[in-house]
């Protein structure tokens, strides 16, 4: 079967960003570039293609501007907005030059967010090409929505490969019943408010004693525990808000065109190594020019952080094992 992978690109350039910002060392080039996060995402890449092997690949990104979320409900994600730290605007030229290297073709679509596009993405081709399994690359639980027989989750950096079994395992119901759960439960991440004190145990049990939703905000008269009950009868709207925010819509792209024109080409590796040497990237390009680099040091900054421009795999895997 055809392997095709969806990348949340935005969420492989935060967990980048944060492994950085948790590293022991701060990474730089000699001349001060900060390159910590793009040289993590770099190795998330790397560790993608090189232990997946994908044949066909998107790199999912967010438009520009609001969506159509934030209509529906004013605060959403409102406590991830403002500016972004300059050191990551200054690293994210250099994402788009790596897709580009690597030959990932890009998309994304006005109003909606990356994940909507890749609900769209991944119904296309589950729908349109039987003989294909599709490969969801993100940290995103709300993405275990999409999950069936042939759609699956992986997240690299967790070595983790989640088919509706799995999803069942982690959320506590299977993938056609996790919007109905993560709606009751709400997502501090991302301000959806849910339904205030049931939690993530009351949620599950909700859902596994009516089915869904909708059928447990019409009989909470059965519900046993007193708290859960209220919350439910008390916060109805602000339930069926949540579930429409956390939605992930699977209409918002019209898409010509043959799968095969997805199908990845080899890297390229000339263009590839210059990148590595632009950023000094020594341990990307070779062992044999990683001692030198590691010698690199400006002067030590007041909190004692290490600066250099590269790390060693031990230095690096830690850094990485800390987001998860």
């Known amino acids: 079967m055809s392997k095709v992978f969806l990348l949340d690109t935005n969420s492989f ?4 960003y944060h492994a ?23 190795r998330m890449i790397k560790k993608l293609v090189d232990e997946h092997k994908p044949e066909y690949l998107y790199a999912v990104i967010d438009a520009p501007g609001s969506t159509f979320r934030e209509r529906l409900y004013a605060p959403y994600k409102a406590n991830r907005k403002g500016e972004k730290p300059g050191d990551l605007l200054r690293q994210l030229p250099y994402v788009e030059r790596l897709l580009k290297l690597y030959h990932f073709p890009q998309i994304e679509a006005p109003d909606v ?10 119904k296309k081709f589950y729908e349109n090409y039987p003989d294909s399994q599709i490969f969801i690359v993100t940290g995103d639980k709300d993405m275990f929505q999409l999950v069936n027989d042939r759609t699956f989750i992986v997240n690299p950096m967790k070595d983790l490969l989640a088919d509706a079994v799995k999803v069942e395992e982690i959320v506590g119901v299977p993938p056609a019943q996790v919007l109905d759960v993560m709606a009751l439960r709400g997502d501090t991440v991302d301000n959806v408010p849910g339904a205030p004190g049931v939690g993530k145990k009351g949620s599950v049990d909700i859902i596994r004693q009516f089915g869904t939703l909708e059928a447990a905000l019409d009989g909470t008269d059965q519900i046993k525990r007193k708290q859960y009950r209220e919350s439910l009868q008390n916060n109805r709207a602000q339930i069926e808000l949540s579930k429409k925010l956390i939605t992930i819509k699977t209409d ?14 080899e890297p390229d590796r000339t263009g590839l ?8 990237f020594a341990s990307l390009r ?11 040091a400006e002067i030590v900054p007041p909190d004692h952080i290490e600066v250099r421009s590269t790390l060693t795999e031990e230095e690096a895997n830690t850094a990485l094992d800390s987001i998860l």
């Open 113 to 122: 967010e990356a994940d909507d596009v890749i609900g769209t993405l991944a």
């Open 252 to 265: 918002v792209l019209n898409i010509d065109g043959d799968l095969a024109d997805l199908r990845l080409s």
């Open 13 to 16: 350039i935060y967990r980048a």
């Open 20 to 42: 950085a910002a948790r590293s022991p060392v701060s990474m730089t080039t000699k001349k001060g570039f900060p390159t910590g996060m793009i040289y993590f995402f770099t």
């Open 286 to 296: 070779g062992k044999e020019q990683l001692n030198a680099v590691l010698d690199f």
């Open 273 to 280: 190594d210059a990148l590595y040497s632009e950023l000094e």
